[in-house]
């Protein structure tokens, strides 16, 4: 069953408050106050740089506080005459209570939440709709940036842990034959806060869900074999994963082809004041771009490492994936063994299956070759069906035929159990498109 949800329904959407922030619009606060933080000689005691006292002045949009970081929250702070604990505060509201509207920050005095709710907002992307299926426990959200682009994420709960798929870019430069998103193109990159914004979502429609379902207290986790787990009425579950601690970077784009930003919203993820996510509850999904692998290796959080590989020749993923042209097989499988080498930590090449194209014995066996020995592990995805793609998704005694020939060689290998292929919100199916969906 496949059920809609109204944006802006139940607290689930992100506020935008549209004040528009001219000088006629500062009401409350005196000029001086900030012309005063300006110049060189100023001594407020909480003086905010003059490029964000100047941003602010001339911006004639909304200050989104989660483009702030730590810093530039209490510089941004200062600026309303306001200590720097007001921004920790406010922080922690945001990133740990999950209150997407300033005026349930009850911490803070109402005369400040009002001066607030008047000028900021808690975020930036538009949330269009919400498409959930498999029982309410997929959930695809469709995000408009304040440029316009879509972007989707997906949250996937199980009886034990709560995933969230999130979007680096809108669009995608790499090309992938077999992708939705790869049709598209690049649109444009994703700000750090964009990525956190996702995340954001997913965790307060987690919470929204166990307040509806009267699970929020509950200290029960259900595992796959708890006869409660589903509901008599087919539908919804009784009970959800208390917590959502996992993030995968394998939404729209390549993570790598954004890799600042992409590593900032990592940090303020991980922040252990802030979402406390820990870095092995990331998981960051690669076409295969060498750079960013090499980059990864020398980065201090231990992130998981997801390939795309797909073929283990140069003939087939080329014609597959055109950036096997610049990085091919050989370079990418030995730029992976370094990574290993250095980080020790076990990579996924991740394995989409196209009937009659890469998922022979032949293949198989190819790829067993490539990769003995190697601390990795296979995850075969029978490829999901992209309207106007003119591809096949292997048969299911392909697929286990495959599985089992890379066991043969040592490799551990498993198949995907896909999440949303109806809503199409699975693997290589996000397009970001403002009609797609039943
Ligand atoms: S599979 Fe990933 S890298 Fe390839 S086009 Fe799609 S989003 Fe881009």
Not at 32 to 48: E, K, L, Q, V
Not at 372 to 385: D, S, T
């Amino acid at each position: 069953m496949v059920q809609w949800h109204k944006a802006l329904k139940g607290g689930l959407h992100v506020d935008c408050h549209h004040h528009y922030f001219g000088c006629g619009a500062w009401g409350n606060y005196p000029h001086g106050r900030f012309t005063s933080t300006i110049g060189p000689s100023s001594r407020h005691s909480h003086t905010a740089p003059t490029w964000l006292v100047l941003h602010i002045i001339m911006s004639d949009t909304p200050t989104n506080l989660l483009a702030y970081s730590d810093t530039e929250l209490v510089a941004f702070m200062a600026t309303l005459g306001e200590p720097a604990f007001r921004a920790r505060q406010i922080a922690r509201q945001i990133y740990v209570n999950l209150v997407n509207d300033i005026n349930q920050m009850t911490d803070l005095p109402r005369v400040l939440r009002e001066r607030l709710a008047a000028q900021a907002s808690i975020g930036s992307l538009q949330l269009q709709r919400i498409i959930s299926d498999e029982a309410g426990m997929t959930h695809k959200a469709l995000f408009t940036l304040p440029s316009g682009e879509h972007i989707e994420s997906v949250l996937m709960l199980y009886p034990d842990r709560a995933t969230v798929c999130v979007s680096t870019q809108a669009g995608c430069a790499m090309g992938c034959t077999f992708c939705a998103t790869g049709r598209l193109g690049l649109l444009r990159n994703l700000d750090s806060h964009h990525i956190v914004e996702q995340v954001l979502w997913a965790r307060r429609l987690l919470q929204a869900l166990r307040q509806t379902h009267g699970q929020s207290t509950a200290a029960h986790t259900p595992t796959l074999e708890d006869s409660t787990w589903w509901g008599d009425d087919g539908g919804h579950p009784e009970a959800l994963p208390q917590h959502l601690g996992n993030v995968v970077f394998m939404g729209m784009g390549e993570p790598f082809a954004n890799y600042d930003r992409w590593w900032q919203a990592v940090e303020r993820l991980h922040d252990p004041q802030g979402m406390n996510i820990g870095a092995r509850g990331l998981t960051v999904s690669t076409v295969g771009l060498v750079p960013g692998i090499k980059r990864l290796a020398e980065a201090p959080l231990p992130v998981n490492l997801a390939i795309s590989l797909h073929a283990p020749n140069d003939e087939i993923r080329s014609a597959m994936m055109p950036v096997n042209k610049r990085w091919n097989v050989a370079e990418l499988l030995a730029t992976t063994r370094a990574y290993i080498a250095k980080t020790g930590r076990r990579v996924s090449f991740e394995y989409v299956l196209l009937q009659g194209q890469n998922d022979t014995p032949e293949l198989a066996h190819e790829l067993g070759l490539q990769l003995r020995g190697m601390l990795c592990h296979v995850n075969l995805i029978p490829w999901n069906p992209v309207p106007g793609l003119p591809l096949g998704r292997s048969e299911r005694q392909r697929v286990t035929s495959f599985q089992r020939i890379l066991q043969e060689h040592g490799v551990a290998c498993t198949v995907r159990v896909e999440r949303g292929v109806s809503i199409a919100a699975a693997c290589g199916q996000l397009a970001g498109s403002p009609v797609s969906g039943p």
